[in-house]
Structures are given as C-alpha cells and as structure tokens.
C-alpha cells in the first residue's frame, strides 16, 4: 500500500495536526475505559466525596479482591457468557460455512432472492420480535436455561456472518473446484478438503464477528429469557452489584474488565487477521 | 459450471439447515407478531380477535411524540457517527509513525459487551461524581453538578453520544477502507497538477467515499432505530418518557406490561418503517454498484 508520503511529506505542523486529531479522536474512544479503570482502583469512600478528583489517591485493586466476596457468583457470570457465546458461534459455523459456500459457487434460481431475505432478516433485531420469541421458547419449555439464550442468538446472527463469508469464498479461485472435479472428488470431498482450509482466515474472522456480536446480544434475551442466576450471563448480571442503596462502582468496574480481559487478549492476537477481514468484506460488498 | 441437477440439489442441502433454522425463530415470530397484534392477548392468556382496536389505541398524541423522537434521536445519532467517523478514517489513513496502534486502539468500543461499555458511561453521565460533571466544574464551565440522566434534555444526547460511541469503530474501519481502496494514480496526478492536501482531500477522496458513506449510513440507520440496550440501561426511556423510543416503548408494553397485544401492534409498526428502510437500501446499493448483485 502506497501512501501520500509517496508524494509529497508531511510538513512539521502538518504532522502535529494529525497527532491532535489523532488524540482527540482516540480520547473520545477511550475515555470510558481510562474512568472506568481509575474508578476500579479507587477506595469506594473517595468515588463519593467531593471535589472530583481524576487521580486516584493511594489507589489500590482491593475492588477486584472484594468483587468477588460481595457478589459470590460472579464467576459464573463469566463462565455463562463465554459458554453460551462459544456455542452459538459454533452453531453459526456450522449452519454458515454451507450456506455461504453454497451461495458463492453455485448458481442457481432463486439465489438473490434468498440472499436478500437474509439481508432483510439481519435488519430485525431481536427486540423487535421479541413477544412471539418468548411465547416460542416459553413453548419450546427452555425459558430459564441456556437454550433460551443460545436459540435466538444464532439466528439473528447467521445473516451477516453469511455475507461475509461469501465474499470471503467468493474470491477463492474456481479453478480449484474444477480442479478437483477433474480428479473425481465429490461435492462434499472438495469442499471439505480443497476449499475450506483456504478459506480458514476468513472463517476466523466470521468466528470472532459472532463471538462478539453473540456477547453483545446476551443482554435483551438474558433480560427477557432467563431469571435464573446459574445461568446468568456477565452483561446481565453485572447488576447485582446494583445494591439496595447505591451501586458498588468500583467493584462494578473492577468486574468489567475482569470480565472482558480475556476476550481483549484473545482479540488481540487475532487482531490481525480481524482488521484485514473486515476491511476486505467491506470493500467488496 | 454447467448447472446439472445434482449440483443445484446439493447447493441446496448446504443451504436448508441454515435457511430453516432462520425461518423457524425468525420469519415465523414475523408472522406470530402480525396475527397477535390483532388479538388481546396478555399474560392471562384470554386471546380474543380485536381486529384493528390496538392500531386504533396507539395512534395518539404521545405516540405520535414517541415515533417522532425515535427519528430526532436516529438522524442525529447516525449523522454524528457518519462525521466522527470520517474524521477518524482520514486521521488514521495519515502515514505517521504509530498508526496500527492507533487503529488497534479504536476497536475496544465494538469488542467490549456492549451493556460494560454502557456502565462505563452512566457513571461517567453521573452528576454528584462522574468525569464529565466533575471536569466541567474543575474548568468551572458549569457553577454546579449537572446530573445528565436526570434531566430529559441532557438525557437524549447522553444516550445519543453512548450510542455514537458503540458505533464509531466499526464506521471508522469501514471507511478507512473505502478510503484504501481509492486508486493512488488520482492523488498523484492531482498532486502534478499543483493540488494541495486539502484539495486533494476535498475534491478526490470525500467524493469518492459518498457510496461508502450512504452505505454506511443505511445500515447504521437500521441499527440505530433499533437501539435498545443504551437507552435500557442508562435510562430505561425517562426521565419522564424523555428517552422513550419506539423499541423502547415496545418492550415497555410488552413486556413490562404484558399487553402482548399492544406490544405486537408496536412491533409491527417498527417492522413497516425497517421494511421501507430495507426498501432504500436496496435501491441505493443498487444504484450505487449496479453491475453486481445477482
């Protein structure tokens, strides 16, 4: 990738320009989570005192000690959001990897169609059908287990993830498909064995879109689904350190980035993979 | 590839087991929503046809007040990102010394659980203790402590910049992109002819990145209106329905109140005006790279 410095430098001010739009862009990202992790190290006496101090005064991670003496489950609450999180990606790989492969090397009628309804669908959210969702799981008798949770998850996420898979599969040479025809390797044999290993980064990324996007969802089908704390997911039930009183912020955000720790170290170290993806799913859509 | 059946047939084995499991828990409670919104039915379970009597209840004054903010507060949450995210592509499209730690930094935002980031904000919102308050009277901008979520207001905008801020990342990514992908022969031949940066910005790559913005745009539209979590979170609709989009006063009926009826009635209102944003989006895209899509 070529870049304007090719042509012509940047000159002194132009460069400290940049670095201030740079910052003033990246303090308006961050900002929630630097407060947020100097509110986590603050004794909860000085977050409710008067004037307000940005600093810590003898800071200490005591909140991420007692967080979890004050709300007993809360390991729980973790291991529910990556379970159900990883089980609904796994779902969605399973029902995208055909669906895309299919929708990018094969033509056939009705497929734009078909495509469009899947767009279409990935513009209803799961708040907007959510009464029938409860009579449906209510009927399915899962209300107050995972499945109330994992159920809804996958579809509302299969749409996209087929989108950019295929343009992901779409670009992978057809050659190698006739290739293998030429050798007398089935439909099935081909994709398992030619097409899905080049396909792997791009697996990745849709892996971690939906990982993500399954994480973001929990709240609404949590909130509505399940009242169940075993099965509680982390977005949900955070609110138990919403006390009777007044809430332990501290503690609350000590456990947020307990929480999400190990989804950001994961993260990452695909990063790469991440960045590169989105980009080119988006570019060619 | 010639199409012989056999292929056709197994395409569409590869695609039932996901076209079927969208259609059982998303087309069918499409269809669930249509028929209960002309039933009464609520948690008693009594459902009786009504015909058109939750349509009739809901087309009144204060709808009429809920429907027009779900807009106000779309149109600007949207726009804000549009700008902020142009901001940001063409900032970190800069070739400066840092720049992929400055584009990993941008992501937290999108990975994050949305309903943690939300928390973060509401006591960053706080009005005795959080940042804001606090740095506004510390720069003695403000003579007291200003409570965000307490007043209609200053409510609206705080969960419309929480909004902005869930959005920005992905925005940004996107249009960075579309910003890469613009052929570097136009900025060299610009650049012969004498252009500046500023020209060259104004002239090749804001127009050139229209089709990625209206693109954008839709679909931040679509996500945007059906907001829910931010608003539940920070302020659940008030102070004094102040805060009360359409989703949100949909899940306040439904499910709140469990007049499933009346909820459903809502739900399908916000399926006709997501249709008709579908319907643009098609069009626009459409019109935008015609010789693609099947």
């Known amino acids: ?285 | 590839m010639s199409v012989q059946k056999s292929t056709v047939i197994f395409a569409w084995i590869l695609l039932l087991p996901a076209v079927l499991y969208v259609m059982a828990i998303v087309a069918y409670p499409l269809v669930d929503t249509f028929i209960l919104s002309f039933t009464d039915a609520s948690l008693r379970k009594t459902t009786n046809w009504v015909g058109w009597v939750n349509y009739e209840k809901i087309f009144n004054a204060t709808f009429a007040e809920v429907i027009l903010r779900t807009f106000i507060w779309t149109f600007f949450s949207v726009s804000i990102k549009m700008i902020i995210g142009t901001f940001g592509a063409t900032m970190l499209n800069a070739a400066v010394p840092g720049r992929s730690l400055f584009r990993l930094l941008t992501m937290p935002p999108w990975i994050v659980p949305m309903a943690i980031g939300i928390f973060m904000w509401g006591w960053m919102y706080n009005g005795q203790f959080g940042m804001i308050s606090g740095l506004l009277q510390r720069f003695g901008l403000t003579d007291g402590p200003v409570a965000f979520l307490a007043y209609g207001s200053t409510a609206f905008w705080a969960t419309i910049i929480t909004d902005v801020w869930i959005g920005v990342p992905l925005v940004t990514i996107y249009f960075l992109a579309a910003i890469q992908s613009i052929p570097k022969d136009l900025y060299e031949a610009a650049w012969t002819d004498g252009a500046g940066r500023f020209y060259r910005f104004r002239r090749i790559t804001l127009p050139l990145m229209v089709p990625a913005i209206i693109t954008m745009s839709m679909l931040s539209l679509i996500a945007t209106f059906n907001s829910f979590d931010i608003i539940w979170i920070l302020t659940q609709g008030g102070p004094s329905g102040q805060t009360t989009t359409m989703i949100i006063d949909t899940y306040q009926t439904a499910i709140g109140s469990k007049k499933y009826g009346e909820g459903a009635a809502r739900a399908v209102l916000i399926c006709i005006f997501l249709s008709l944003f579908c319907f643009a989006y098609f069009r626009v895209t459409r019109r935008l790279n015609p010789e693609k899509r099947a």
Not at chain 1, 87 to 112: H, K, N
């Open chain 1, 1 to 285: 990738m070529s870049s304007p410095a090719m042509i012509d430098r940047y000159r002194w001010w132009e460069i400290v320009l940049i670095y201030c739009g740079i910052a003033l862009f990246l303090a308006f990202v961050l900002s929630p989570f630097v407060e947020g992790f100097l509110v986590s190290l603050k004794p909860l006496s000085q977050l409710f005192s008067s004037p307000y101090r940005f600093w810590p005064e003898n800071g200490s991670f005591e909140a991420y000690r007692t967080m979890w003496v004050s709300v007993p489950g809360f390991g729980r609450y973790i291991f529910n959001s990556f379970f159900i999180s990883i089980i609904v990606t796994i779902v969605v790989l399973c029902l995208v990897i055909p669906a895309s492969y299919a929708f990018a090397r094969f033509e056939f009628r009705g497929m734009g169609i078909l495509l469009g309804a899947f767009l279409t669908v990935n513009m209803f959210s799961g708040a907007v059908l959510l009464i029938p969702l409860f009579r449906l799981m209510r009927s399915m008798g899962v209300l107050n287990t995972y499945l109330a949770m994992i159920v809804p998850g996958v579809a509302f996420l299969i749409p996209s993830a087929i989108w950019l898979l295929r343009t992901y599969m779409i670009r992978i040479p057809q050659e190698l498909n006739e290739a293998a025809y030429m050798d007398g390797a089935s439909h099935f044999y081909t994709l398992r064995r030619v097409i899905l290993p080049i396909a792997m980064p791009g697996i990745i990324v849709v892996a971690i879109t939906t990982f993500i996007g399954a994480y973001a969802q929990q709240f609404i089908f949590a909130l509505t689904f399940n009242s169940k704390t075993e099965y509680m997911p982390l977005p949900v039930g955070l609110f138990a350190y919403f006390g009777k009183q007044e809430v332990i912020w501290n503690e609350l955000m000590a456990a947020s980035f307990v929480g999400i720790l190990p989804a950001m170290v994961v993260i990452f170290f695909l990063q790469r993979y991440l960045v590169g993806g989105l980009t080119a799913g988006a570019v060619k859509q």
